[in-house]
């Protein structure tokens, strides 16, 4: 028993030795690489356990993207990566002489890189983030005829916001059978935008359409873009304790929180930039300080709508669901802050409560939600229709005959 033990002890250290020469040599290892494709964008994630320096340039003659990380090494699996709708036809790796890890991204389009590094965070690692910008940009032309439409007719359809919560490397809460909140939101927002767009008189724009991360701030910028009416940020709460339970509706607060609840919730959901990953040079333009000098003109107006809209939609949702709270709370969630566009957060139901995660999950709870909350809309909107829109035109219409 006793040579067992001195045998182990001298194979600890051992262990100990290689381990040690190990990392002197390396700083970092790449454990896991992710891609996520966007409509203008694709972004690639390297996770690191630890952090590293690095250099990204291009290289033509064949078009390459190179990235070098300082004194690591590669123990990923690239092979799983969906390429089909990306710019990047391979993905490749090698040890450079000094130590150093040179990761090749072969290109089959022109792309505007950008990287920045983003620290650990919860159970998410030391992550490298490249984003690889498409060279001619689709989102914009789709803004665009949107805004086209929305000017060039005297009876415009009212323009819903639809902003999908979380979503690429930010799962959002997670429910039972590890459901996500990303997923489910993104499932609700399609499910609302079908009814919207089904009303005449009405045209819904999804923020996110799909499986990747908007930052908090670009998500109401498209609704501005769009010169959106109301713009609405879905979510599914999540909370230690699964007995927590019912639907909530949210509007932006400056001056502290509505609630303790209200306090929690909003720094929960402003995290997801540091999970979801966000390059910091986004954040900070000229244009944002001008406007937000506008921004405050519009504000009392906006907020005013907010709460409106707001209690109608909570009222509609208490309809076919638990309500969390009966009232329309309000906190600074990053997600409202911006736009000076009416806006609401709307949390649709506890994904870490098993009842509920199994109604978010189930179609016919979802559409059941959603019809509620554009019954909370519509009733707004009908009753005080924006001027110039296919609404108002109709009230006026149905006076006068
Ligand atoms: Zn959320």
Redesign the pocket.
Known sequence: MKRVNQHLVFLMGLAFIWASLASAAHSATVEGVRLWRSPDSTRLVFDLNGPAEHTVFKLDNPSRLVIDIKASRFAARTTDLALSNTPVERVRHGAQQNGDLRIVLDLKEDVKPRSFALKRIDDKPDRLVVDLYDVQRQTVKTVESIIEETQTTSRRDIVIAIDA??GGEDP??IGPGRLY?KTV?LLIAKNLANIINAEPGYKALLVRDGDYYLSLGARPEKARQAHADLFL?I????FDNPKARGASVFTLSHRGASSKMASILAS??NK?DLIGGVDRIDLSDKEDQLRKILVDLSMTRSMETSIDVGARVLNEMGRVTHLHSKRVESAGFAVLKSADVPSLLI?TGFITNPTEAKNLNSLAHRTKLSKAIFKGIHDYFSEKPPEGSFLAWKKTWQRSY
Not at 235 to 238: L, S, V
């Open positions: 919560g979380h959002g809460a909140e939101v940020s979510h599914a709460d999540g929960k959901e997801s949390e």
